[in-house]
Nanobody, 119 residues
Framework: QVQLVESGGGLVQPGGSLRLSCAAS????????VDWFRQAPGKQRELVAA???????NYADSVKGRFTSSVDNAKNTVYLQMNSLKPEDTAVYYC?????????????WGQGTPVTVSS
């Protein structure tokens, strides 16, 4: 019923910026919220940003002030704007989008997009 495509990753230099996107397609749904995760090689997946039921987002201390999560309801797309990127931000990033389909809430994982921060 809902398809989710994640994009926007790539190679950037330290201090650079990227905007990740998770676009949902289908019909009869709306996006209620999104969480963002990342997983670096050899490490556990960590929570980067979590949206509450009230629409507010909490960020991990490691990214606070640099990353911003947002939802564009008109485009059925969620974004993670990443600024002032550091090498330690290198990871595969995943969105977890919460979709409301006629009152039923389901969560969908993006397929992941790699981000590499290096000179």
């Amino acid at each position: 019923q809902v398809q989710l495509v994640e994009s926007g990753g790539g190679l950037v230099q330290p201090g650079g910026s990227l905007r990740l996107s998770c676009a949902a397609s289908g019909s009869g749904f709306s996006i209620n919220g999104v969480d963002w995760f990342r997983q670096a090689p050899g490490k556990q997946r960590e929570l980067v940003a979590a949206m509450t039921s009230r629409g507010m987002t909490n960020y991990a201390d490691s990214v606070k002030g640099r990353f911003t999560s947002s939802v564009d309801n008109a485009k059925n797309t969620v974004y993670l704007q990443m600024n002032s990127l550091k090498p330690e931000d290198t990871a595969v990033y995943y969105c977890y989008v919460k979709v409301d389909t006629w009152g039923v809430i389901d969560g969908y994982w993006g397929q992941g997009t790699p981000v590499t921060v290096s000179s």
